[in-house]
C-alpha cells in the first residue's frame, strides 16, 4: 500500500481528524478528486474472475448439438466429402465466433444496466454539495449520509447525528448498530465495534453523519470478501431453463428417430455411409441452433429499449415475469399525483378560509403559518423564486410567500434548537425553538396522530381544552377537505419546561393550532395508464401513507377507485385475519396510511391468490415489500439507495404510467420471443418432414447437411432477430395477462408449428419432386434446399404476429425487411458464386427453375396470409 492510501487508512488519531474537520465545510476540490480518481481508479468492487474470450469461445463447443454436428462432419469426411466437412467447421467456428461476441455485448448491455442502477453519492466538493454516481467516489471525500442512503465507501465518521446502519452485506448481523462520531483507542478492534467507521454495502436505516472517505473499491472491507469470493455465475432465466431443457428433450428425441432412419436406410440396403449421411442431415435439419442465442439477444434488447423509455431493469429474468403482471400496488404521492402541492383552505380558530385571506392581525393564524415556516426545512431560491425541499414543505413556504412572509427572516429571528425528523411510520415532525425566552416544541402531522395527542385547542381567546365536541368539529373539517382530495397537515405545539435534548415521549399533549390543506393532482398520464392497465386485465391498487378519504378521492380521479370498491387504513387491515382478508380482497382498491408490514401482507395476499404482482417503495423500511413482490419498482428520483437495491425495476422518472408502459413491453418481449421460437421450430420441422418422407419413401438425400447448417444458423437467424424487435402492438393491451405457470411451448403453439412445418414441406417436396424429373439427385436437392431456404424467408413475415400483414403493415419492421433481403443476397451467393456453389453442392438453376423455387416458397406464405386475413376479418380486427 502506498503511503497516500496508508494515510487514510490510518486516519484514526485525533491530530489527522481536526485537519479534515477544517476541510469539512470544503472538501476535496474537482481537480484533487480527479487526480484521485486516477490514482485509485473507480470506487467498483471487481467482480472476480471474469472469463476470457478464449474460455467463452471454447464453451460455445460444449453444447451436445454441437457435438452432434462435429460427428456431423467427420462422417461427412469419412463419406468421401471434404467440401462438406470444411463447411461445417467453418459454420461452427462462425457460430462460435457469434456466440461469444453476443456473450460480451449480453455482458456489457447488464454492466451498462447496472451502471444506470449504481448508488450515488452525496459529497462535498470545492465546498458545495453534490451528487455523484458512486464509483466517482475517492479516498478524502466528505460524504453525507441520511436514512435509506447505500454507504459506497469506508469511512471515518466526522459527525454523528442518531445514525444506525444495517452492515448485514459484511457482518451477516440483520440487526441496525449504532454509530458514534468518537475517537475509538487504536488497537485489535473488530469490524462490529469499529463504531466511528462506517463500511462500504451498509445500508442507513435511521439518522444521518457525516463522514470522510478513507477506502474505496477493492479497498474496502466489502472489497476484501469479493476479492475471495469468485464471479457469481449469471444465473439463466426461467425462459432459457426452461428452453435448455427442451433443448435437452429435443436432442434425445431427434437421436432416437436418427438411429431409426439409419436402421431403416440400412434396411433398404442402402450403403452404410449413406445411411449415415440421412441420419445426420435429419439430426441438423431438427436442431435450432441458434435459438438460444436470439431469445438472449432479444431479452437484451428488451431491456435496452425499457431502460430508454424510463424503465430500468436489473436483470433478465425480471422481463419475463413483467410480462405477467396481473396486479400493480402504487404509492400515491409523486407516482400516481405529481407531487405538486399547493396550498389551499386553512383552518384555524374555528374558521375555514382561503390560504390567501390568511390573517396575521388572528393570534391563532400567526401562530400556524409561524409553525407552518419554522417546522419545515423547504426554502425559496432567491433568485429564481423556486421554492425547493419537500413538496408538502415547499406548500408551506408558497403559503407564507403569498402573502409576503418570509421564512429565512421567521427562522433566523427563532433559531432551531433541536428537531425530530420526519418520518413515514410516526407521520410527525417536530422542531424546538426559544420563541420570547419560551422553550417551544412545534409539531406538524397526520391529523389522525395529532389529533389524538392533543389535549388543548388555540383559539383567540386563549388556549381551552379540547373537548369530543371540538375534536368532532375538527374531524369534521378534515373529512370535508379530504373528500375534494387535499391532502391535510395539522399543527400543534407545546412549551417544554428547558432547553434540552428531545425524545419521542415529547410529541404528546399537545395544544392543537390548525390545518393546512394543500392540493396534489393527479398526473394526467396515469389516469391513462389506469384505464389502459384495466383494458389489459391488470389491476391498479393505490397504497399511501395519506388519510384513507383523500387517497379515495384521488384514487376516484384516477379510475382505481370504482363504485363498489372499499378502501382500507393500515390500522383495519392490522385488525383482519388473513382469511377475511383473502374474502375481501378484491374490492379493495385504496390502502390508506400504511405501514411497510401492510405492504408485505397486500403482496402475500394476492399473490395467494396467484397473482403476480408488482409493488413499488421508495422508503428504507419498503424494501422487504419490494423483495417480497413479483416485481418490486423504486423510484429512481425519489427513492432511496436501500429501495433500489430491494428492486428488480426502477423507474427513472418516478412516473406510473412507465410501470404500465414496461409491463407492455414486458409482454411484448415475451410474445416476440414466442414468435421467434415459432419461427425457428416451424422452419425446422418442414426440414425434419421432408428428410422423414424420402428416407422412408426411399428417395434420395434432398439436403446435406451444409445446407441445414446455412438455413439455420445464417438465413434463419436474421428474420428471427427481426420478429424479437418486432415492436409491441396494441393488441397486447387487449390480452388478459399471461399465465405463469403457462408453458412456453403451449398445445395451439405446437399446433401452429406442425402445421406451417407441413405446408413449407409440401412446396420443398414439390420443388424437390421438379428437380429429380428435370436433372436427377443433384438438381432435386438443389432445388429442396433453395425452396426451404426463401420459404422460411418469407415464413418470417408470418411469425411476426397474429394478424396477417395487411394489419401489420409490411413496413412497420423495417428489421424484418432488412432481414430478408440479407436472406436472399446469401442464398443467391451460395446459388451463383462459383466457388461457393461447389462448396455447397449446387447444380446450376435454369431461369424457369429459378422461377418455379420462388413460386413455391411464397404459396406457404399466401396461405398462411389469407388464413389470417380471414380470421382478422371474422374478428373484427
Ligand atoms: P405515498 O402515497 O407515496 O405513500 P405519502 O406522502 O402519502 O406517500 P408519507 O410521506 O408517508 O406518505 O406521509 C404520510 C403522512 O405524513 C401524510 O399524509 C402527512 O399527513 C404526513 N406528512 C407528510 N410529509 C410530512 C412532513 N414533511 N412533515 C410532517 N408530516 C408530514
Redesign the pocket.
Known amino acids: 500500500m502506498d503511503t497516500e492510501k496508508q494515510r487514510w487508512h490510518t486516519l484514526e488519531t485525533e491530530q489527522v481528524l481536526s485537519s479534515v474537520k477544517s476541510d469539512r465545510q470544503q472538501g476535496l476540490s474537482g481537480a484533487e478528486a480527479e487526480s484521485r480518481l486516477e490514482q485509485y481508479g473507480p470506487n467498483a468492487l471487481s467482480e472476480g474472475k471474469k472469463k476470457s474470450v478464449l474460455q467463452v469461445f471454447l464453451e460455445q463447443f460444449k453444447d451436445l448439438m454441437v457435438m452432434i454436428l462435429i460427428v456431423a462432419a467427420l462422417i461427412s469426411l469419412a463419406t468421401g466429402e471434404a467440401e462438406s466437412t470444411i463447411v461445417i467447421f467453418a459454420v461452427l467456428i462462425l457460430n462460435a465466433v457469434l456466440g461469444t461476441v453476443q456473450h460480451f455485448k449480453a455482458e456489457k448491455s447488464l454492466e451498462s444496466l447496472k451502471a444506470m442502477s449504481a448508488p450515488s453519492a452525496k459529497v462535498i466538493r470545492d465546498g458545495v454539495r453534490t451528487t455523484v454516481p458512486s464509483p466517482q467516489v475517492v479516498p478524502g471525500d466528505i460524504v453525507e449520509l441520511e436514512a435509506g442512503d447505500m454507504v459506497v465507501a469506508d469511512g471515518r465518521i466526522l459527525e454523528n447525528y442518531s445514525l444506525k446502519v444495517n452492515e448485514s452485506s459484511l457482518t451477516g448481523e440483520s440487526e441496525a448498530v449504532e454509530k458514534t462520531a468518537d475517537v475509538i483507542p487504536k488497537g485489535d478492534v473488530a469490524l462490529g465495534d469499529r463504531k466511528n467507521m462506517v463500511f462500504s454495502g451498509s445500508l442507513v436505516t435511521y439518522g444521518r453523519a457525516v463522514f470522510v472517505v478513507t477506502g474505496t473499491g477493492m479497498d474496502t472491507e466489502l472489497g476484501k470478501v469479493a476479492a475471495l469470493m469468485n464471479q457469481t455465475q449469471q444465473r439463466k432465466t426461467p425462459l432459457q431453463q426452461s428452453l435448455d431443457n427442451f433443448s435437452k428433450k429435443l436432442a434425445i428425441i431427434i437421436m432416437a428417430i436418427c438411429a431409426l432412419v439409419f436402421v431403416l436406410a440400412l434396411y433398404r440396403q442402402k450403403p452404410i455411409l449413406d445411411a449415415l449421411m440421412f441420419a445426420v442431415a435429419l439430426a441438423v435439419a431438427a436442431i435450432p441452433e441458434a435459438l438460444s442465442s436470439i431469445v438472449t439477444i432479444v431479452q437484451a434488447m428488451g431491456t435496452q429499449k425499457m431502460a430508454r423509455q424510463n424503465a430500468i431493469m436489473k436483470d433478465l429474468k425480471a422481463v419475463e415475469t413483467l410480462g405477467a403482471v396481473s396486479v400493480i400496488c402504487s404509492?400515491?404521492?409523486?407516482?400516481l399525483t405529481q407531487n405538486k402541492m399547493t396550498p389551499q383552505k386553512i383552518y384555524a380558530d374555528g374558521m375555514l378560509l382561503d390560504g390567501d385571506q390568511l390573517d396575521l392581525a388572528n393570534d391563532v393564524q400567526r401562530l400556524l403559518l409561524k409553525e407552518a415556516l419554522l417546522a419545515?426545512d423547504a426554502t425559496t431560491d432567491k433568485e429564481t423564486g423556486a421554492e425547493i425541499g419537500?413538496p408538502?414543505?415547499v406548500a408551506l413556504v408558497m403559503l407564507g410567500n403569498r402573502i409576503g412572509v418570509d421564512e429565512v427572516a421567521y427562522r433566523r429571528q427563532h433559531p432551531r434548537l433541536g428537531e425530530l425528523a420526519?418520518d413515514?411510520d410516526r407521520?410527525?415532525?417536530s422542531t424546538f425553538h426559544s420563541v420570547e425566552g419560551v422553550p417551544t416544541l412545534y409539531t406538524?402531522?397526520?391529523i389522525d396522530v395529532l389529533l389524538e395527542r392533543s389535549a388543548w385547542l388555540l383559539t383567540s381567546q386563549g388556549k381551552v381544552e379540547m373537548t369530543q365536541e371540538r375534536r368532532a368539529e375538527i374531524a369534521r373539517v378534515n373529512t370535508e377537505l379530504s373528500r375534494q382530495g387535499l391532502?391535510v397537515?395539522s399543527f400543534a405545539c407545546k412549551e417544554l419546561e428547558a432547553v434540552r435534548p428531545l425524545t419521542l415521549e415529547d410529541e404528546r399533549d399537545f395544544t392543537f393550532v390548525g390545518l393546512i390543506s394543500m392540493i396534489d393532482p393527479p398526473r394526467p398520464e396515469a389516469i391513462q395508464a389506469v384505464a389502459d392497465a384495466k383494458r389489459g386485465g391488470i389491476r391498479t391498487i393505490m397504497?399511501?401513507?395519506?388519510?384513507k378519504i383523500t387517497a379515495s378521492a384521488i384514487a376516484r380521479q384516477l379510475g382505481i377507485f370504482r363504485d363498489g370498491d372499499e378502501a382500507l387504513s393500515g390500522v383495519e387491515l392490522d385488525a383482519m385475519s388473513d382469511d377475511e382478508l383473502d374474502q375481501r380482497l378484491e374490492k379493495i382498491s385504496v390502502y390508506a396510511r400504511v405501514s411497510p408490514e401492510n405492504k408485505i401482507r397486500i403482496v402475500g395476499a394476492w399473490q395467494r391468490k396467484g397473482r403476480i404482482v408488482s409493488m413499488t417503495g421508495?422508503g428504507v423500511n419498503d424494501a422487504p415489500a419490494l423483495k417480497a413482490a413479483d416485481i418490486g419498482v423504486a423510484m429512481g428520483i425519489t427513492g432511496t439507495e436501500v429501495s433500489k437495491d430491494a428492486a428488480s425495476m426502477i423507474l427513472s422518472d418516478d412516473n406510473f404510467a412507465t410501470i404500465v408502459k414496461a409491463v407492455v413491453n414486458g409482454r411484448g418481449v415475451y410474445t416476440n420471443i414466442k414468435n421467434a421460437i415459432n419461427f425457428l421450430l416451424s422452419g425446422n420441422m418442414a426440414g425434419i418432414f421432408c428428410v422423414l418422407i424420402t428416407s422412408l419413401a426411399n428417395l434420395p438425400m434432398p439436403f446435406a447437411a451444409v445446407h441445414l447448417l446455412f438455413i439455420n444458423l445464417l438465413t434463419d437467424s436474421l428474420p428471427a432477430i427481426a420478429i424479437g424487435v418486432e415492436p409491441a402492438g396494441k393488441g397486447l393491451l387487449d390480452q388478459k395477462p399471461r399465465d405463469p405457470k403457462e408453458p412456453i411451448l403451449t398445445r395451439s403453439l405446437l399446433t401452429r408449428i406442425m402445421v406451417y412445418g407441413a405446408l413449407i414441406a409440401a412446396a420443398t417436396m414439390g420443388a424437390f419432386f421438379l428437380g429429380l424429373n428435370n436433372g436427377g439427385d443433384a438438381l432435386a436437392m438443389t432445388m429442396a434446399f433453395s425452396t426451404l431456404t426463401l420459404a422460411r424467408l418469407f415464413h418470417g413475415f408470418n411469425c411476426r404476429g397474429e394478424s396477417s400483414l395487411f394489419r401489420l403493415g409490411l413496413t412497420t419492421n423495417k428489421a424484418s425487411l432488412g432481414a430478408f433481403a440479407a436472406g436472399v443476397v446469401l442464398l443467391a451467393a451460395v446459388l451463383f458464386i462459383p466457388g461457393l456453389t461447389t462448396l455447397f453442392q449446387v447444380a446450376p438453376l435454369t431461369l424457369p427453375l429459378a422461377g418455379a423455387i420462388v413460386g413455391l416458397a411464397l404459396v406457404p406464405t399466401l396461405i398462411i396470409q389469407a388464413w389470417k386475413l380471414i380470421r382478422d376479418l371474422k374478428k373484427g380486427r
Open positions: 404509492d400515491k404521492t409523486g407516482t419545515s419537500d408538502t414543505e420526519f413515514s407521520k410527525l415532525m406538524k402531522g397526520a391532502r397537515l397504497i399511501t401513507g395519506d388519510h421508495d
